[in-house]
């Protein structure tokens, strides 16, 4: 598809502008700012249609940037308000929208907006900033940096302390969106959120194209640190007031984090007081720079920064959801894992952070103590249980402190029941703590916003390091009126399959709504797979970072091809997996060992999550796969026969043998108490499998018996979901074109399902 009225741009000279520049460089010559090289920063110093320019080459990472450093003697000369200029060639492509980066007073990183480079010869782009405060306090010593792509070449930047006109692009805008040639309208059953960054904000410009991509809201991270720094009680709002302004004219809402909790969002006077308790790692003892979960007091703080939030934006009408900041390096309700520079740059640099176990503080180690006394009642009982001699529950200690003694314990719980209660029991303390925080943060954000859809972010998988109980965080969402939204996809469908679907599965069961996030970048192979995986889940929401979208006009004619079917599914979903955590977290690494078996099973038929943690959700299904699980509580066991007992399909493959934690032989008898190949078990079975072909047999079988429509269940990357109202939504991510079939009701139906794209499939009645 050619655009040539696209090329029919106006050249703005620097006549035109009736002021001189503050700074200057050139790529012809010297001037008063500097390009920086380097790290994420790759040129090409080169001549392209007449002009000596840089051109941006591939580094090796995600994200491109140009770094540009101003001399000393220049900085003194410019304001805090004013335009940046750039003279730019897009070499490849229509348009793109990228975003540009300031030293501010906030910090090293603050947003100027984005720019929309126009392909079609040489052009010159216009930023205007508030807040500029070169202090070379980037990555380089710089002052600002452009965020960048391979092939786009700049020749000139200039700085001005006048405000600038930019060019009104709408009509361009109009155009390329009109000259698309298939359906791009969606149903509005679903939100759809763009995340911006930390601290930077859009244009009304950026606004209109989101806006005309579909997006219904705006998130940025609204830190108590940025509202509060100064002082206790020294408010300032005016970055998100400005913030507001632009959304509300660019047609769009708000859907912002408000966040409390992480080293960044914490203000310097509240970080160096006596009241502050850091989180500290049982891996080295060492502190970091987010709050303790355990810190006393603190929800105090939290409810103050909320309130004054609400008192200042709920009665706007511009706020379309919220997100509490929990804990984690971008608000989940997980701990903290492991940041970036995106946010050790907002608080003066890295800090000690890592995946691993933020509990070791006295007040933690007394809400364990309290965790055991409550479950066991006497310390008789904890010691026949965990293989210990405490004397006291005043005793009792986590059960590890050390990186040696914690690679020992998870070398040795595999082969060894013996030390594997204690482990469990510390689990399911350290995830229980989360989700109480998390349930309490809930509650104080409800109470200031009883009617504005609320979610809480969460993250990763379920290593028992990050601390989240995901079935359990949909409960207490439940319980407060919110939904969930996990933030852990990337660009394929089967690996976001496997990460999400226990929010969705639970969510479900628990009526919280639910939605999903990428964890960085996505390619335009994810933005159809992140679709498709939102509607065939029965998200009521989908979040995407606006650099994965704007980055390109192909990713932009890729989102729009799709985004008709972004809405609210009803999945069909007789079949469970049932999701092992205490198997998965008595191993190294067990919860991704088990998610890549899950991805295989994916490629057969669409599933729920049956996480183990909530199995009085079995009745909600008809078929249980257990799969990859040899370790399973007895009292699991007992409620796993019963639904086979009152009819259920109970298939089992990769598990030879099954065990309790204690390592006796119980589950096994109860599932199997006549032969390990297993048969009828009261109205319905329980068969042990070789392989996942003998499972996906199995359960076409019995989908067929069931009444339900049975699809073809081969090992491919054509992936079906069933929606209500007999609708097959299907995903081919192959490159050729597939059809799949389907029996129903004594007919064979075929569903032609063109290449790399997604087809919505109704049976005739």
């Given at each position: 598809?050619?655009?040539?009225?696209?090329?029919?741009l106006?050249?703005?000279?620097?006549?035109?502008?009736?002021?001189?520049?503050?700074?200057?460089?050139?790529?012809?010559?010297?001037?008063?700012?500097?390009?920086?090289?380097?790290?994420?920063?790759?040129?090409a110093?080169?001549?392209?249609?007449?002009?000596?320019?840089?051109?941006?080459?591939?580094?090796?990472?995600a994200?491109?940037?140009?770094?540009?450093?101003?001399?000393?003697?220049?900085?003194g000369?410019?304001?805090?308000?004013?335009?940046?200029?750039?003279?730019?060639?897009?070499?490849?492509?229509?348009f793109?929208?990228?975003?540009?980066?300031?030293?501010?007073?906030?910090?090293?990183?603050?947003?100027?907006?984005?720019?929309?480079?126009?392909?079609g010869?040489?052009?010159?782009?216009?930023?205007?900033?508030?807040d500029?405060a070169?202090?070379?306090?980037?990555n380089?010593?710089?002052?600002?940096?452009?965020?960048?792509?391979?092939?786009?070449?700049?020749?000139?930047?200039?700085?001005?302390?006048?405000?600038?006109?930019?060019?009104?692009?709408?009509?361009?805008?109009?155009?390329?969106f009109e000259?698309?040639?298939?359906?791009?309208?969606?149903?509005?059953?679903?939100f759809?959120?763009?995340?911006?960054?930390?601290?930077?904000?859009?244009?009304?410009?950026?606004?209109?194209l989101?806006k005309?991509?579909?997006?219904?809201?705006?998130e940025?991270?609204?830190?108590?640190?940025?509202?509060?720094n100064?002082?206790?009680?020294?408010?300032?709002?005016?970055l998100?007031?400005?913030?507001?302004?632009?959304?509300r004219?660019?047609?769009?809402?708000?859907?912002?984090?408000?966040?409390?909790?992480?080293?960044?969002?914490?203000?310097?006077w509240?970080?160096?007081?006596?009241?502050?308790?850091?989180?500290?790692?049982?891996?080295?003892?060492?502190?970091?720079?987010?709050?303790?979960?355990?810190?006393?007091?603190?929800?105090?703080?939290?409810?103050?920064?909320?309130?004054?939030?609400?008192?200042?934006?709920?009665d706007?009408?511009?706020?379309?959801?919220?997100?509490?900041?929990?804990?984690?390096?971008?608000?989940?309700?997980i701990?903290?894992?492991?940041?970036?520079?995106?946010?050790?740059?907002?608080?003066?640099g890295?800090y000690?952070?890592?995946?691993?176990y933020?509990?070791?503080?006295p007040?933690?180690?007394?809400?364990?103590?309290?965790?055991?006394?409550?479950?066991?009642?006497?310390?008789?009982?904890?010691?026949g249980?965990?293989?210990?001699?405490?004397?006291?529950?005043?005793?009792?200690?986590?059960?590890?402190?050390g990186?040696?003694?914690?690679?020992?314990?998870?070398?040795?719980?595999?082969?060894?029941?013996?030390?594997?209660?204690?482990?469990?029991?510390?689990?399911?303390?350290?995830r229980?703590?989360?989700?109480?925080?998390?349930?309490?943060?809930?509650?104080?954000?409800?109470?200031?916003?009883?009617?504005?859809?609320?979610?809480l972010?969460?993250?990763?998988?379920t290593?028992?390091?990050?601390?989240?109980?995901?079935a359990?965080?949909?409960?207490v969402?439940?319980?407060?009126?919110?939904?969930?939204?996990?933030?852990?996809?990337?660009?394929?469908?089967?690996?976001?399959?496997?990460h999400t679907?226990?929010?969705?599965?639970?969510?479900k069961y628990?009526?919280?709504?639910?939605?999903?996030?990428?964890?960085?970048?996505?390619?335009?192979?994810?933005?159809?797979?992140?679709?498709?995986?939102?509607?065939?889940?029965?998200?009521?929401?989908?979040?995407?970072y606006?650099g994965?979208?704007?980055?390109?006009?192909?990713?932009?004619?890729?989102?729009?091809?799709?985004?008709?079917?972004?809405?609210?599914?009803e999945?069909?979903?007789?079949?469970?997996?049932?999701?092992?955590?205490?198997?998965?977290d008595?191993?190294?690494n067990?919860?991704?060992?088990?998610?890549?078996?899950?991805?295989?099973?994916?490629?057969?038929?669409?599933?729920?999550?049956?996480?183990?943690?909530?199995?009085?959700?079995?009745?909600?299904?008809s078929?249980?796969?257990?799969?990859?699980?040899?370790?399973?509580?007895?009292?699991?066991?007992?409620?796993?026969?019963?639904?086979?007992?009152?009819?259920?399909?109970?298939?089992?493959?990769?598990?030879?043998?099954?065990?309790?934690?204690?390592?006796a032989?119980?589950?096994?008898?109860?599932?199997f108490?006549?032969?390990?190949k297993?048969?009828?078990?009261?109205?319905?079975?329980?068969?042990r499998?070789?392989d996942?072909?003998?499972?996906?047999a199995?359960?076409?079988?019995?989908?067929?018996?069931?009444?339900?429509?049975?699809?073809?269940?081969?090992?491919d990357?054509?992936?079906?979901?069933?929606?209500?109202?007999?609708?097959?939504?299907?995903?081919?991510?192959?490159?050729?074109?597939?059809?799949?079939?389907?029996?129903?009701?004594?007919?064979?139906?075929?569903?032609?399902?063109?290449p790399?794209?997604i087809?919505?499939?109704?049976?005739?009645?």
């Amino acid at each position: 598809m050619r655009y040539v009225f696209f090329l029919m741009l106006v050249f703005l000279s620097a006549a035109a502008f009736g002021a001189e520049p503050a700074a200057v460089w050139q790529a012809s010559g010297a001037g008063s700012i500097r390009p920086m090289e380097g790290g994420e920063c790759k040129v090409a110093h080169t001549r392209l249609e007449g002009r000596d320019c840089v051109l941006v080459e591939p580094w090796g990472g995600a994200a491109n940037y140009m770094y540009f450093s101003i001399d000393p003697e220049a900085r003194g000369k410019i304001g805090p308000a004013g335009s940046l200029v750039i003279e730019y060639l897009l070499t490849d492509g229509m348009f793109v929208q990228l975003a540009t980066e300031i030293n501010s007073a906030r910090g090293p990183y603050g947003s100027a907006g984005s720019v929309r480079y126009l392909g079609g010869g040489w052009h010159r782009a216009v930023v205007n900033y508030e807040d500029f405060a070169p202090a070379g306090k980037m990555n380089l010593q710089s002052d600002l940096r452009l965020t960048t792509l391979p092939g786009l070449a700049v020749s000139r930047v200039e700085i001005y302390n006048e405000k600038i006109q930019e060019e009104n692009q709408e009509d361009f805008l109009d155009k390329f969106f009109e000259a698309m040639d298939f359906n791009n309208k969606r149903s509005e059953d679903a939100f759809y959120v763009f995340g911006v960054g930390v601290y930077s904000t859009i244009d009304v410009d950026t606004g209109k194209l989101l806006k005309k991509l579909g997006v219904t809201s705006v998130e940025n991270y609204v830190t108590w640190r940025s509202v509060e720094n100064e002082g206790q009680g020294k408010w300032d709002w005016s970055l998100w007031d400005r913030n507001l302004e632009i959304i509300r004219k660019s047609g769009l809402k708000w859907s912002p984090a408000i966040m409390h909790s992480p080293a960044y969002t914490i203000p310097d006077w509240y970080a160096e007081g006596d009241e502050f308790v850091p989180n500290a790692c049982l891996e080295h003892g060492t502190a970091g720079k987010t709050i303790s979960l355990w810190s006393p007091g603190f929800d105090k703080w939290t409810e103050r920064f909320i309130k004054a939030f609400a008192e200042r934006y709920r009665d706007t009408g511009m706020i379309e959801s919220l997100i509490p900041g929990i804990q984690g390096d971008f608000g989940e309700a997980i701990y903290t894992v492991l940041g970036n520079n995106a946010i050790y740059n907002l608080i003066g640099g890295p800090y000690h952070n890592h995946i691993g176990y933020w509990c070791n503080d006295p007040y933690a180690l007394k809400s364990f103590q309290a965790f055991a006394k409550d479950k066991y009642g006497d310390v008789k009982a904890l010691n026949g249980a965990w293989r210990t001699s405490f004397e006291s529950f005043e005793a009792v200690r986590f059960p590890f402190y050390g990186e040696e003694e914690i690679k020992a314990l998870m070398a040795r719980m595999p082969e060894d029941p013996s030390c594997r209660r204690f482990y469990l029991d510390f689990v399911s303390w350290y995830r229980g703590c989360m989700t109480e925080w998390a349930d309490r943060c809930l509650g104080i954000l409800r109470k200031y916003f009883p009617d504005t859809p609320i979610y809480l972010c969460t993250g990763g998988h379920t290593d028992p390091r990050l601390g989240a109980n995901f079935a359990e965080e949909c409960r207490v969402a439940a319980k407060n009126k919110a939904g969930v939204r996990i933030t852990n996809e990337n660009s394929d469908y089967a690996n976001n399959f496997v990460h999400t679907r226990q929010v969705s599965s639970a969510g479900k069961y628990y009526g919280a709504c639910y939605g999903y996030e990428p964890a960085g970048a996505e390619d335009e192979v994810g933005i159809v797979a992140r679709i498709y995986n939102s509607t065939a889940s029965g998200c009521d929401h989908l979040h995407d970072y606006m650099g994965n979208v704007t980055s390109s006009d192909s990713r932009i004619t890729q989102q729009q091809k799709h985004i008709g079917y972004l809405f609210r599914g009803e999945p069909v979903t007789p079949v469970a997996l049932w999701y092992p955590n205490t198997d998965s977290d008595i191993r190294e690494n067990g919860a991704s060992l088990f998610m890549r078996e899950a991805m295989k099973i994916r490629a057969y038929f669409d599933y729920d999550y049956l996480d183990d943690s909530m199995p009085e959700a079995l009745d909600r299904y008809s078929i249980l796969v257990l799969a990859n699980c040899s370790v399973i509580e007895k009292e699991h066991a007992e409620k796993i026969a019963a639904f086979a007992e009152k009819g259920g399909k109970v298939i089992v493959v990769n598990a030879p043998s099954l065990t309790s934690v204690e390592g006796a032989d119980e589950p096994e008898k109860l599932l199997f108490p006549d032969s390990p190949k297993g048969g009828a078990f009261g109205k319905g079975y329980i068969y042990r499998v070789e392989d996942y072909a003998a499972m996906a047999a199995r359960v076409h079988t019995a989908l067929v018996n069931l009444g339900y429509p049975a699809y073809d269940m081969t090992d491919d990357q054509v992936y079906v979901t069933m929606l209500e109202g007999n609708r097959f939504f299907v995903y081919n991510k192959e490159k050729e074109q597939k059809t799949v079939k389907v029996e129903y009701k004594g007919r064979v139906h075929r569903i032609d399902c063109a290449p790399e794209t997604i087809t919505d499939y109704t049976l005739e009645k």
